[in-house]
């Protein structure tokens, strides 16, 4: 028998924050006010393996065949979707997600997509806000000291031509006396980061610059971003530092690398592609990054790849891992000393025509069970022109959009 899906227009400029009443909220995806909100679990898998996203696609697919699609409004994001969480290391857990109710926003307009023969679901605004609770940190696997340590084992590896350049990540964990409220966390890092894409996949909650891929009908882009500099909240300041940044030989030999891996990547599926001569200086409210929108258009052939096709292609690029890719990963797994889980991995929806936005999962943290505690995470591109004490500087200011939001619930 099939399953009833039915997505129906709610009319102009709602809120995202509306819920319904019975149901918690467990995907999110949102930037700048426009995306999707989905609620409670109509089906979740967890997959491991090399071959997850071939498996995911596999899913999905099983899971349409089964849908009876009442589609009155169309478009992008519109239908039933899936959203998506993947490991960095292909031997963790990967988890999908299809929600009960989804609520979408765009350009002005929006709609509700639920599963199952009832009428459409009541909603209702949450005026009442949670507590917050006293937060402490603590050093996640290793600590300040022995992480500087480690970047400088990378930098005399790299100098001995081991590989050209490594993502060396590092963590830290939050322990709260209540359980700490994800809408709460959410709402504060869409203020402070309104710019960035918001998400939350089965506790994995963040707020990312770094777009992996979109796929729009047959149109690719993806946003690279390596090459950071820490903000000192002083306007003329901060300008004469997005122009060091842009002139900085160690932070565009990064760029350049992160950047070359995707276009490489993308290659072979596009009939063409466009890749900037120079990146920009991206602005956020803590950091500037060096960025660089990639694009492509799909071959249009009988074998056209899809998202899952593409996100396995780009994963993991040299801006979460290093480059050589091999010598990067064999390097993180020997030397890193800490499990990622699904940080730096690809997170996004997808829907049932295809399209799809997933990005990398940095800025993020994940929440434990209870709520009460969270792992938060921050990684640094590593190159024969690295300084420790940098690297360190600037994973504290990466972990910053985390540890804000946390501690002003």
């Known amino acids: 028998m099939a399953i009833l899906i039915t997505t129906e227009n709610l009319g102009e ?13 467990t995907t999110t995806w949102i930037r700048s006010g426009d995306g999707l909100m989905g609620f409670g679990e109509y089906k979740k898998i967890e997959l491991t393996g090399e071959d997850r996203f071939e498996k995911a696609k596999s899913w999905w697919q099983i899971q349409l065949s089964e849908f009876k699609i009442q589609n009155n409004v169309h478009g992008s994001g519109t239908g039933p979707i899936l959203f998506g969480s993947f490991s960095f290391d292909p ?17 002005g307009k929006s709609w509700v997509t639920w599963i199952g023969d009832n009428t459409q679901p009541n909603f209702s605004t949450l005026s009442k806000s949670l507590p917050s609770g006293e937060i402490t940190w603590s050093d996640g696997a290793l600590s300040e000291s022995q992480w500087k340590d480690q970047v400088g084992f990378a930098v005399d590896s790299i100098k ?11 963590d830290q964990v939050a322990a709260s006396t209540v359980a700490i409220n994800t809408r709460g966390l959410l709402q504060r890092l869409e203020i ?48 004469a530092l997005a122009a060091s940044l842009a002139k ?3 932070d565009l030999e990064e760029h350049e690398y992160a950047v070359r891996s995707v276009a490489d990547a993308l290659a072979p599926f596009c009939s ?34 899809d998202i899952f096709t593409l996100i396995q292609q780009l994963h993991p690029s040299a801006a979460v891992c290093g480059t050589p890719t091999n010598a990067a990963k064999k390097f993180i797994i020997d030397f890193e000393k800490m499990n990622r889980a699904r940080y730096a991995g690809p997170v996004g929806w997808i829907d049932a025509n295809g399209d799809g936005e997933i990005a990398i999962a940095l800025r993020c943290g994940q929440l434990s069970r209870d709520n009460k505690s969270i792992r938060i995470f921050a990684g640094c591109g590593v ?4 300084d420790p004490a940098n690297e360190l500087a600037e994973s504290q200011a990466k972990l910053m959009p985390m540890r804000t939001a946390l501690e002003t619930l």
Do not use: C
Not at 14 to 25: G, M, W, Y
Not at 199 to 227: I, M, Q, Y
Not at 383 to 386: K, P
């Open 160 to 170: 001995q031509n081991k590989l050209e350049k490594v993502v060396l990540a590092r």
């Open 91 to 107: 031997n963790e857990k990967s988890i999908l997600v299809i929600p009960k109710i989804i609520l979408g926003k765009k350009a």
């Open 192 to 239: 402070e980061y309104p710019s960035t894409w918001l998400f939350l996949v089965d506790g994995l909650v963040g707020a990312t610059p770094e777009l992996l891929v979109r796929l729009s009908k047959s149109l690719v882009t993806s946003r690279v971003l390596a090459g950071t500099i820490r903000k000192t909240g002083n306007e003329d300041r901060d300008l």
């Open 13 to 25: 400029n709602p809120v995202l924050t509306s819920v319904a009443n019975e149901l918690d909220l």
């Open 383 to 386: 190159v024969a022109g690295s």
């Open 272 to 305: 063409s592609t466009n890749v900037p001569e120079s990146p920009f200086v991206l602005h956020l409210s803590n950091v500037m990054h060096l960025a660089t929108d990639v694009t492509g258009v799909l071959n249009d052939s009988a074998k056209q790849a």
């Open 248 to 250: 900085s030989s160690k």
